[in-house]
């Protein structure tokens, strides 16, 4: 298969003495579900318009894998596999790094300031990609906008329940954020269900607080990337459907924060805020960027990571 043919290619065996990363703990009452985790080279830390992002896998358990980029501006680009029909088939307990043909990186920073995420999926079972498919490439214009609306960690969930057999229960994901800029504390297109979608420099969901509503933002541990859990000893009940991470609420006339974080869900959640009607348009009214075009070229593959880098 292609791509075990490029792995073994690039070397799989480990070189004697080469450092191994302890495994995660697994979920609570989910031992079928093949742990997955992604992550960036540079964490936390921020990228800058036109940087180059490293992207590493690993997976505890031999695994079919999908691995999306989801953009600052919500647009889906799939970084892994490269084509719909190309062997997504991945061997645990090793680590690898998803590189584009001819480019040592996984994706440029072409985003609007903000908060982006990569998305990996693992499961036992085959993908189903027939919906976000044209043709032999990929297209998530076929199955809506090509874009995430509202809360990232509800939308991409559903996304890969769609992606995978009907009542599949046993697959698993990770998310890893990626800042451009700077760090924020939601990602900007949560704002578009009430404002049009708009280009960087007419409006900026970050420059002012919205008069209508407030963000709370739970800072739960089921929303972290596995990989801040690396070596530690916790284990992680990580629900398939999670709740939304990103919750509006009515501000009606109150002052205060923005963006609240909350350390731990509440019993009861804070009521939803109201329909907020048609989009409200941008002064000056933008011009809506289109969903990007199905990527031909220069799309991510794995590579063994070798150690040391």
């Excluded at 994706?107 to 498919?133: C, I, L, R």
């Excluded at 297209?139 to 090509?146: L, S, V």
């Excluded at 509006?248 to 009607?277: H, I, L, N």
């Amino acid at each position: 298969m292609l791509i075990h043919q490029m792995l073994i290619a690039a070397g799989l065996a480990l070189p004697a003495g080469a450092p191994r990363f302890p495994a995660a703990p697994p979920a609570l009452g989910s031992d079928r579900r093949p742990r997955i985790q992604v992550w960036t080279e540079n964490g936390n830390a921020p990228y800058r318009a036109g940087a180059r992002v490293r992207v590493f896998i690993r997976g505890e358990e031999d695994a079919y894998v999908t691995v999306i980029r989801v953009d600052t501006d919500g647009r889906i680009r799939v970084l892994f596999p490269r084509q719909p029909w190309v062997d997504n088939y991945v061997r645990g307990q090793r680590e690898y790094e998803i590189e584009r043909a001819r480019d040592a990186n996984a994706f440029d920073v072409d985003d609007a300031p903000g908060v982006g995420y990569v998305f990996a999926v693992s499961s036992p079972d085959p993908f189903t990609f027939d919906a976000f498919t044209a043709g032999d490439h990929w297209d998530f214009r076929a199955a809506g906008d090509g874009r995430v609306h509202g809360d990232p960690y509800v939308a991409l969930t559903a996304l890969a329940g769609r992606m995978l057999p009907a009542g599949d229960q046993d697959w698993d994901y990770d998310v890893a954020p990626y800042y451009v800029d700077r760090h924020y504390d939601y990602p900007r297109f949560l704002c578009y269900d009430c404002h049009a979608l708009a280009t960087a420099g007419t409006w900026d969901p970050y420059a002012a607080p919205c008069p209508r509503y407030r963000i709370v933002a739970y800072d739960d541990p089921a929303y972290y990337p596995y990989h801040y859990y690396r070596g530690a000893d916790v284990v992680i009940a990580r629900p398939l459907r999670p709740a939304p991470r990103f919750v509006f609420t009515d501000r009606d006339g109150a002052a205060g924060a923005f963006v609240t974080v909350e350390r731990s869900r509440p019993a009861s959640e804070p009521p939803p805020r109201r329909a907020p009607g048609p989009p409200r348009a941008v002064s000056p009214k933008p011009s809506p960027r289109p969903p990007p075009p199905p990527p031909r070229r220069g799309q991510p593959e794995l590579r063994r990571r070798k150690p040391g880098r």
